[in-house]
């Protein structure tokens, strides 16, 4: 026989769930006791306890001025953890605060990715900067946005990958290597020859380049530096020719004859983003690079052409210098005034080159000017059409260094252009053809490198056709039904489809020497009669090495006997910035990380170069990796200083990351002025500008402070109007930060261990309701980081941290740590317990924006008992919503406490400043038992907030306290504060009559459109409910505050008789 086991007693589930509501109710009773004795012993300690403090104080001060080593870090050695001091310091500081994390992070490998992870992957490529450059305020703002999405990912449990690179920044570097080698060797470039230049630029680069991303540390940028990559490395150097020849095999990258930005001092195209335009209003002297004395712009020079048969025509130009290649006088068909010209010739005044009249109606606009216009197709976007659809000669006439080529005549070849420009008017004077000068309105395009004035040229280049592959970028942002990316913000999607609609081929080569040389080769046949490179257009092969181009060309010539050359350009920086997503992820092989990072998740930059940059990486991206290089798209604002002007060496307004972060002194910003290269007048200018905007310099506000203000000013969708006060404030806010885990440190005790769990339910009503809006806090946080609004989470979190944690909860906690009755150890350890889970919380939640301070902070907090805590906090996991902490009711009773309080304090505010920091009676006017019931419950919660002496509920029949000031709250609820001295009337009575005329406004408008026509029919059930619900409320209001006002005017005549 088997014995069946014993079995135990099963209690009935329905008694033993009373049992502990019962148990939870005696639990609560008994607190609100403990709360309402301790609210007695509060006000009848006061004064005693002000004594003691002060004593306390003193004491504390002593001790710790005897040991300031506690106080202090001990020095950490390179890449390991931070060595913390024994107490934490009284005040933050971002330098000591900031000190050792990063080495520590970057070496722990926590910001390196995992190819194989089974995580989700989440990737975003850094736009790469520029080799020659420093961190400047938009690249600190780049960061701060990138690393707060990173980190976030991070620690939601992403596979998390953010890729750094460098650009090689072919003109910028160039230009700088220039100016060094003149600088210090006074040669030029041509001097030393193209392959020793090169080898100075590489110098120079691994002596210098790269100083940015050392700086992207200082910021807290945790990229994965084990991929870090530069456009010009072996790899990206092999992808980039393998998308050239894979382009031109398909037909995409051919090579042309046309017009282009040409820049005479770098004897180099360049492309649009590089050109900047000055807006000229009248006749105007501008510097230009390589002349002594200024030169005029903004003047129409007219002159006339003499026509066969001895007439002659009149034409105007604000180039008249480029009259030396005109080829043709263009004309409206339908103007009278030239029908006799037609098919007629103008004579060239300097070489005798016969013009003929032409007529074009898409050009010559007959009410303009004279109604005839001067052709000239080799120096000028719009005559380069009309030579085309007129088949006219395109005659160069500038060599590459802006000077008069032979074509332009003996009389005037070798003479800078604008030289030649005044020369030009001296001859047509003498030939008697010279007809005056006006001021004209114009736009001058500068090289935004040299300065120089770009010259139109026209010259062989090699372009990209973009027609179909801009198709498909335009496709994957504007089809509705297979949209692959998003814009954020969305406007920008126009701009995205105006300029994808308009685009033109794309000029890929530049006349440098520094850069990818283009992968195209001239052959030159034994028997061409031209030998000069490129003079015959189909002798072009393209291969990815000179051995693949000679069996090419061999393939293309059989049996002749040719040499080889490889084209002297280099290709467009923006090229090899167009394949960056791909080739950092090792495109073209198929390896693993582009297997699991491609497609990356998102890309942030800025919206100036959503054209120049992005579309060009959408477009190559599917064409050459098959898919979109990013799901979205987020374009930042641009930063402009806290004026709104544009930041300009010139003004003194420049704010460098670095001097924000570290803190510099006036006589520092100067002296940073003073090593650029402004002239004499406009450094006295900046100078002055620097006096005003920071005369007393710039504050230390670290890292954490920097990236936060970014981050929060991302709500300006355009232009982002950076005051450095704003940065200043969130310096300041990271103390308060600090002291609230000071307070907690001292309130846990050093032998605190957190809870396992937390169940909210047994807790002290504040407990309750931290947790709750914690819980908010979390989900607003986490929709806004997921919606990129950058600006609602941080300030999600600010607001959370600020005005409920430190305003509200530590102030409110704090009498349950100022009594050692053993009575109220049970609220004294919840509040322990509610302290730690929110410290925890709420820096892990706050940690992707403020990554330093959070690190040593969450440190310094205990860990969870039989719980193995993450190493670091940049690990750990991203707080989530915790369902059973969610309570309404609480937090619906809690916005009460905080009206009431509020109310209170604003009255306070209104007294002489002597009596305002005294404690007093007040009194709560309570219309219903529920509220009656809520303001009771939670005296001690008022008492402490409003620092009262005392609180007493009154009801709607009770007689109004005498002597006291008066605020309704709401409704249902008014309250009395006691004064001093004697009612201030006249400021009591214009106070509530103020409040009753805005009441009687919102009525008036909110009466106006319910009862607009066809509101009924058009506003929806819900909308209508609200709006009856809310003039309820007004109506009542606006009766509470008729009879706070007749209870003034008892309380002044009561006064008066007393009198």
Known sequence: MVETEAKPDIEDPEKKKKKEEKAKAKELKKLKALQKAEAAKLQAQQASSNASKKSERKIKRDAEEENTEDYIHPETPFGEKKRLSRQMAKQYSPSAVENSWYEWWEKSGFFVADSSSSKPPFVIVLPPPNVTGALHI?????????????????????????????????????????????????????????????????????????????????????????????????????????????????????????????????????????????????????????????????????????????EEIVVATTRVETMLGDTAIAVHPDDERYTRFHGKFAIHPFNGRKLPIICDAILVDKNFGTGAVKITPAHDPNDFEVGKRHNLEFINIFTDDGKINSNGGPEFAGMPRFKAREAVVAALHKKGLYKGAKDNEMRLGLCSRTKDVVEPLIKPQWYVSCSGIANEALDAVMDDENRKIEIIPKQYAADWKRWLENIRDWCVSRQLWWGHRIPAWYVTLEDDKMK????????????????????????????????????????????????????????????????????????????????????????????????????????????????????????????????????????????????????????????????????????????????????????????????????????????????????????????????????????????????????????????????????????????????????????????????????????????????????????????????????????????????????????????????????????????????????????????????????????????????????????????????????????????????????????????????QGALNAEAEREKLRKKMEEIRKQQEHLTQIMSASGYQEKVPARIHEENVAKLSSLMQELLSFEQASQHLERDIAAEQESH
Request: hydrophobic share 40%.
């Open 532 to 979: 000069e490179l490129g003079a015959y257009t189909d002798h072009w092969v393209v291969a990815r090495n000179e051995e693949e181009a000679q069996i090419e060309a061999s393939r293309m010539f059989p049996g002749k006997n040719f040499q080889i050359s490889q084209d002297p350009d280099v290709l467009d920086t923006w090229f090899s910035a167009g394949l960056f997503p791909l080739t950092v992820l090792g495109w073209p092989d198929d390896t693993q990380d582009l297997k699991a990072f491609y497609p990356t998740s998102v890309l942030e930059t800025g919206h100036d170069i959503l054209f120049f940059w992005v579309a060009r990486m959408v477009m190559l991206g599917i064409k050459l990796g098959g898919d979109v290089p990013f799901r979205k798209v987020y374009l930042h604002p641009m930063i402009r200083d806290a004026h709104g002007r544009k930041m300009s060496k010139s003004l003194g307004n420049v704010i460098d990351p670095l001097e924000v972060i570290n803190g510099i002194s006036l006589e520092g910003l100067h002296r940073r002025l003073e090593e650029g290269n402004l002239d004499p007048s406009e450094l006295v200018i900046a100078r002055e500008g620097q006096v005003k905007d920071f005369p007393n310099g710039i504050a230390e506000c670290g890292a954490d402070a920097l990236r936060f203000a970014l981050v929060t000013y991302t709500a300006q969708s355009d232009r982002i109007n950076l005051d450095i006060q704003r940065v200043v404030g969130y310096r300041q806010w990271c103390n308060k930060l600090w002291n609230a885990i000071r307070f907690a440190m001292s309130k846990l005790g050093d032998d605190y261990t957190p809870p396992m769990e937390i169940v909210p339910d047994v807790m002290p009503f504040t407990c309750q309701w931290i947790l709750s809006v914690l819980n908010k806090a979390i989900s607003k946080t986490v929709s806004s980081l997921d919606s990129y609004e950058f600006a609602d989470a941080a300030s999600t979190v600010y607001s959370w941290w600020q005005f409920q944690l430190c305003d509200v909860f530590i102030e409110v906690v704090k009498p349950f740590f100022s009594s050692n009755d053993p009575k109220f150890a049970s609220a004294r350890r919840f509040a322990q317990d509610t302290l730690w889970v929110c410290l925890d919380n709420g820096l892990r939640l706050l940690h992707p924006f403020m990554p330093f301070v959070t690190e040593e902070l969450w440190q310094r907090l205990p860990p969870a008992r039989d719980c193995a805590r993450k190493e670091s906090i940049v690990i750990s996991d991203y707080p989530s919503v915790v369902q059973h902490w969610t309570n309404e009711r609480v937090e619906y009773e809690m916005d009460l406490v905080e009206s009431t309080v509020k109310s209170l304090r604003s009255l306070r505010s209104l007294m002489p400043a002597k009596e305002r920091h005294e404690r007093r009676p007040a009194y709560v006017l309570c219309r219903t038992d529920a509220i009656a019931e809520i303001i009771n419950s939670y005296e001690l919660e008022i008492l402490t907030l409003a620092t009262l002496s005392s609180l007493k509920v009154l009801n709607e029949g009770d007689d109004a306290p005498i002597g006291c000031a008066v605020s309704v709250v709401n409704e249902s609820l008014s309250v009395y504060l006691k004064l």
């Open 138 to 310: 938009g690249h600190a703002l780049t960061s701060a946005i990138q690393d707060t999405i990173i980190r976030w990912r991070r620690m939601s449990g992403y596979n998390a990958l953010w890729v750094p690179g460098m650009d090689h920044a072919g003109i910028a570097t160039q230009v700088v290597v220039e100016k060094k080698l003149m600088r210090e060797r006074k040669l030029t470039r041509h001097d030393i020859g193209r392959e020793n230049f090169v080898s100075e630029v590489w110098n120079w680069k691994n002596e210098y380049g790269g100083t940015i991303l050392k700086q992207q540390r200082r910021m807290g940028a945790s990229l994965d530096w084990s991929r870090e990559c530069f456009t010009m490395d072996e790899k990206r150097s092999l992808a980039v020719t393998e998308a050239f020849v894979r382009l031109y095999k398909e037909g995409l990258i051919y090579r042309d004859l046309r017009l282009v930005n040409w820049d005479c001092i770098l004897r180099t195209a360049i492309s649009d983003i590089e050109v900047d335009y000055e807006d000229i209003k009248v006749r105007t002297l501008l510097k230009v690079p390589g002349y002594e004395k200024p030169v005029e712009f903004g003047v129409l020079t007219s002159f006339a052409y003499p026509i066969e048969g001895g």
